[in-house]
Every structure is written in structure tokens, then in C-alpha cells.
């Protein structure tokens, strides 16, 4: 009778005793490879990124996931759930993903892997005994003793007297005798009027059993002993360090008294779970939001993810902050920061890094240490399933060898590339360009999604945008999906026009003390919009409003003025510029306008030229590249379009896209026509059915 014994890490690749119960396992190891040969096969697209996998070494290997696999591979699944508390990220649970990774050999053949979920355990912390150690001059701290030596990651210290805020330096030991640095230099702090705390130390998972804290005492009082002190364990394999990636940022443009920055994310597939920025500003108290464009019925809507107030204080030489914003899984390649700046200066961003959620590994065996192939990037793939699902409860507890990740190439794809998402709905039902009044070339871009920013003439000249079509030149819509965005529109207007003062108007005597200014729009049918006005003067106190004048309705009534918005602008620091003031104006219906300031007894309050902030608006839809386009509006009557690419639109959200610009505007063969006097008609046959009215009375009482 033979012997036999449970696997154990480092006895290689796992294989099965001849005999009886092989017998019964060859024709359900030959299913399940069928199956996982021909899983990608049914309703997938080819995989496009080829990578080499160097092992670490022979046998049990352990590979991590980087960005580049991450924004490229089917996403990664997670669902609302009680994991571990790792860090301060949004509970959230592994699922599965990276269905479409394959690992293939020198010889081609494919080498079965696990996908090994992150842990989900609530972690467990020891309470360790205070010991006091001899303070120094400029020095003071204590020593942690766990009673027995066990894998460790973080430090928590409770009952400290606060305020305070603290650089401090951490060694380790398993022994008591050998001691190396967890933490050279770092800062703990409890500032309860900032609402600034920080009191876990985190530092390289290993098996440790005593610490020493050693407090920096040069700037700032010392401390007692702790109430008490714990360690958070840390078993079997290594728990998530956080990861996080740098995210590239660009500022935008932006009303008076914030600041927002869009940030560039690798892939919407990635499952970030808060921000982190560096700023240079400080003190800082400002309120911030993360948004993103997401579908409402039938429009897209900037949707806010997260918020938080960013804060920083600073004691003496000692920085206490919390710049983290906790977000909602992100699904665009583009998010938004917003941030409250009230009478600051604009907020100066130096970097932005996201946290992402704690992530799965690979393992696999290698027989030789000789590098795979990894391949991946393709859609519709099942999960793989290999033999070595086996050994799934026997990883926690192994020793793996680190494999590593080579740069990423992609692959020719091996049948005729498959359309776009979407380009079935790239052309929509026939229209009647001859009848809009305005017509603009669309220039050429590759196929693809495709982003189309309106400016201030679409705006003017549509109804509401409910008219707005694109076309090709055979008359064929493009079907688009409407982008609300929160951002404004800016738009430069020309320098304020003085208006001299008139003494022998007819006006009342306190009109001497106002300066009068007129303002000149591009269009006299803009939509509502926010004026923006600046000065370089510090200190002073102005009453603002904006006048329009409107001509008589009817023979009855006159000529009026009305005043349309009315602001107090008001500064008194003379060691800060003056924050530009905005008065919020509705939809005027004149191309000028006029601006009065109310100056006193002062002089003439300097006013730069001013800008114009109108609603930001964009198209998405999908180019094919095959004929020119054209955008199209100018037809009050024509009701908003409908099309079925809203039923893709979240599917569509999540990619990149390209941006197009208009070209010039340019009148469209309904702009000759003559305009069609609705008013005069409507009078003209209200006089005439009176006429008529008038005379048969008449007729009738003369019969009598």
C-alpha cells in the first residue's frame, strides 16, 4: 500500500498518482481543457496586446496586476460588501475579471493560472504592552512589546492627549536585540479644530513582535505613554499595499471663485476608489467634488462621485493635511475635479494619484523558470478553468517566487477587424438639409467615438438645441447623444463702450454719479449666461446692474428700460486682488445691452473687459470616416431628435474619445428666404375678419 501526502509549497506542479482515480479524472481533465479552448471562440473579439511574463523563478510564481493589464483586459468585477478595512477605500468585494488572459508557453501551449481574490477577512489587532524607554534631550518614547512574534502591518495608538502633532521615528525587531527601521521619518496628529487625524502607522508587512517609537521633541512638547497600542496582523499572503497611480491633470475654464481640472484616467475600467492631490496652498479649507459625465434619459449629465473638504494646517515646521476624496467607481476615461476656492486665489494642483481597490494576483507554476506569454485585450471571453483550480486553498500558505511584467506590444489582429461599438446606429433616417438656416462643415476625423464642442453661434442661432442635426452629404442623420457639462463656455467680449453723461437729459440728479457702459454681444439671441467682471482696484464699494432697453409692444405703451441683474461688489482688503464679481443674466434678445455703476462720490471704478460665460455643451456621436459631415440648425418648428444610440450609451461612456471641431458658419438655403411675418398675418386677418364682421352687422340692420 502505497503512502501518500497533501501538497506543500515547493513541491513543484501538481500531479495526479496513476491509477483508479486518474482513470476516472483524464476525461474530465480533457473536457475541462476543450472547454477552455474553445470559451474564447463563441462571440469574442481577438485579443490585441502580446506581453512576455519573466518568472521569478522554478515553480510556484506570484504576478501582480499593473495598470497596462488593468486598462486593457476585461475589467475587473467588484461588488458592494464587507471586506477588510484596509486603509480608509470603500468596502468593496472581488468578483472576477481578466476573463480574456491567456498564458501560453515557448511551444505555444496554454499554462493554466489562478486569479486569487485579495483577502476578505476584518482584521484582526493585538494589544501589545507599554514599556517606557529613556527620553533624551531633544528625544522621548516607548516601547511596544506583542508578546509573541507574528506577521504585522500598521501600528494604531490610541489615548493620546490631543492636540497634537508629532514627527516620530519606528524600528522593529523580532527579538528585541536586532533592530531595523519600519519608518524613518513620519508625522502623527489629532488637531480636533482643523478636523485633522491621524493616528495608524503603516509600514512593510513582516513577522515583527517589538517596536520602538521614538518621539522628535525640538518643536513642540512632549508626550506621555499611550493609553495603548496595537498591531494589525497580517497572515498568509501579503494584504494590499494601496496601490496607487499618477493621473495626469489639466486645468479648465472656470467661474470666479472656483477652480476645476480635468484628470485623465488610463482606462474607465480601472477600480480606482479615492484621489489623493498635492497641492501647494496652505492653509487650505476648501470644499471639493469629483464628477464625472454619465446618461439621464435620453442626455448626458456631469454626476459628482465624491466629495470631501481638502485641509491642511501647518504648526511651526510641521505639516498636518488630509487631501483624499473618497469616490464612487469611476466608468470614464475623464473625470473633473471641482473645487470651492470662495475669495482665494485659484487652487495650485501639483499632482493628483489614484487609490485604487485592494487587487487580485496571478499565480501560476513554471516547470523550467522559462518566460510565457501572456496574451489579453480581446471582449466576450469566458473564464478560463484549468486543473490547477485544485491547489486554490493551498496558495494562501505558499512561498511564490516574484514574476515580472515586460513592456506591452500589440498584436496583428488575426481576422478583418470587427466595427466599433456603436457603428451600427453611425447613420439614422433621412433629412431635409435645404430647410435649416444654418449649415457647418464638420472636418474629417478617423472612425470612431468622436466629441463636437458647440460654440457661441450654435448656441444663438438654435432653438434651444432642440433643432440641432448632423448630416452626411447624401442627407443621412449621424444619431448623437447630447453632453450637458458643468464647465462654462468662456467667451472674450470686447472692451466696455463709456456712455458720456447727458446734463440736459431729463434725469434724476444722483444719474452724475453713474457711469454708464454698453456692452456689445456677438448675437442678439444668446441664451442665459453669467457677465464676469474684474477690476485691479482693491478697496471699494460699487453697486452694479446691468439695463436693457426695449421698444414699445403697441401703440399704447413705450419705449422702457429694464433692469435685467444687480449685483454688490464690494472689496476691502488692500493686500489681495479683488475677486471679479457675476451677474447672472437670462436670455436677453439684443446684441447690446448697457452697464451702470453706481460710483458715489468716488472716481470711476477701472473695469476690464469683460467676459461672458455661457452653458458648455457637446455632441458624441460615431464617425465613419466615409463622407463629409455637416452640422446642421436653424428650424424652430423641428421637435428634439430621438435615435436608439441612447441604448448604447453606457457602453459608450467608458471609451475615449476624439475631438472635432466646426468650421465657419455659413448661411443654409432657408436663410434667403424671406422671413415669414407670423405677427403681421395674425393682425392683418384679425383686422380683416372684423372688417367683414362690421359689414355683415351693417347689412343686417339695414334689412331691418
Sequence with gaps: ?????????????????????????????????????????????????????????KGPNRLDLDTSLMATAMPLRYSEGRTQDWGRSPQLRFLGGLEDLRLVDASGREVGYLLVSPPERVPQWRTGRLLPVRAGRFASGFDVDLGTAGMTDRLRISGLPSPFLKRFRLEASVDGNHWSVAVAEGTLFDLPEENLRLIEIGFPRGELRYFRLTWDDRSSARLPIPREVSAREAPGQPAPSGSTITLGFRPRASEPGKSRFAIGVPSGRLPITALKLEVSTEPLLRPATIAEARLQGEQIVSVPLGSTTLRIARHGDLLASDLRIPIARPEEPELELVVEDGDNAPLDLIAVRAELAPLPWIYFESEAGAALVARYGGAGYSAPRYDIEAKRELVAGAVVAEAQWSPARELRPRQPETEPAGSALSVGGSIDSSKFRYRRKIPQVPPGLTVLPLDAAALAHSTDLRDIRIADEQGRQVPYLLEKRDEPLSLDLPPLESIPYDPEAKAAPEAARVSRYRIRLPYDTLPASRLVLSTASRVFARRVWVVVDREATDRRSKPWRETVAEVAWVHADAGRPARDVVLALPALGTATCELDVDEGDNSPLPIASPRLLLPSRRLRFFSTAVSALSLLYGQPRLPAPRYDIALLAPTLLGQAAQEASLGAESPGPAAQEPPVPHMRLFWGALIAGFVVLMLLLVRLLLKK
Design 1 to 57: 500500500m502505497s503512502r501518500s501526502r497533501s501538497w506543500r509549497p515547493g513541491d513543484g506542479p501538481l500531479r495526479f498518482a496513476q491509477g483508479f482515480g486518474s482513470t476516472l479524472l483524464l476525461p474530465l481533465v480533457a473536457l475541462l481543457e476543450l472547454h477552455s479552448a474553445i470559451a474564447p471562440a463563441s462571440g469574442s473579439t481577438p485579443q490585441t496586446i502580446e506581453r512576455e511574463v519573466r518568472p521569478g523563478a
